[in-house]
T-cell receptor, first 115, second 111 residues
């Protein structure tokens, strides 16, 4: 059951450059998407989210783009910093507004930002 | 900044024993969740809880699992008779609407 897929297990970028992390989904009922960052032995840390009624959401260095027709979203980090090195998870949810919603996670992408 | 806390950070138990994992949610959040991550695998949904009852549960959440919010603050996950395959990181998450905020996790090791 791979409803949310992150096809790149790892990504390396130079400090100061752009990091682009990708995520694909198959379930057309998903209407809310989130990105999390995770360090070893810690819980996922919420970064940014986007509703399916939007195609872009920006928060500081982080921008998430959603292409509903392609069932694809991406996280851009500009500029990348060494402290951004972590595993990044894409997650998606579906359901009624105001209801509890389970998140379906991708397998994660290990981002390494090289100084 | 408010955060979700979980205790214990690490629990070692023998197969067949009961364990209770505890979570203190962010105070104004209404939705509560448990997830787990087996080593090397994806984070998986277990159960959601809203208005003092289970909203949704996954196939993993069988009769051996239960959740409750006994005192209006703590949110607990009980595993009645642990199995070796229950060894995993267990994460509590809480939220208001779409976003969910995760605790640091409890590493459960069943021997």
């Amino acid at each position: 059951d791979q409803q949310v897929k992150q096809n790149s297990p790892s990504l390396s970028v130079q400090e100061g450059r752009i990091s682009i992390l990708n995520c694909d989904y198959t379930n057309s009922m998903f209407d809310y998407f989130l990105w999390y960052k995770k360090y070893p032995a810690e819980g996922p840390t919420f970064l940014i989210s986007i509703s399916s009624i939007k195609d872009k959401n920006e928060d500081g260095r982080f921008t998430v783009f959603l292409n509903k027709s392609a069932k694809h979203l991406s996280l851009h980090i500009v500029p990348s910093q060494p402290g951004d090195s972590a595993v990044y998870f894409c997650a998606a949810s579906a359901g009624l507004v105001g209801s509890a919603r389970q998140l379906t996670f991708g397998s994660g992408t290990q981002l390494t930002v090289l100084p | 900044e408010p955060e979700v806390t979980q205790t214990p950070s690490h629990q070692v138990t023998q197969m067949g024993q009961e364990v209770i994992l505890r979570c203190v949610p962010i105070s104004n959040h209404l939705y509560f969740y448990w997830y787990r991550q087996i080593l090397g695998q994806k984070v998986e949904f277990l159960v959601s809880f809203y208005n003092n009852e289970i909203s949704e549960k996954s196939e993993i959440f069988d009769d051996q699992f239960s959740v409750e919010r006994p005192d209006g603050s703590n949110f607990t996950l009980k595993i009645r008779s642990t199995k070796l395959e229950d060894s995993a990181m267990y994460f509590c998450a809480t939220g208001e609407l779409g976003e969910q905020y995760f605790g640091p996790g409890t590493r459960l090791t069943v021997t």
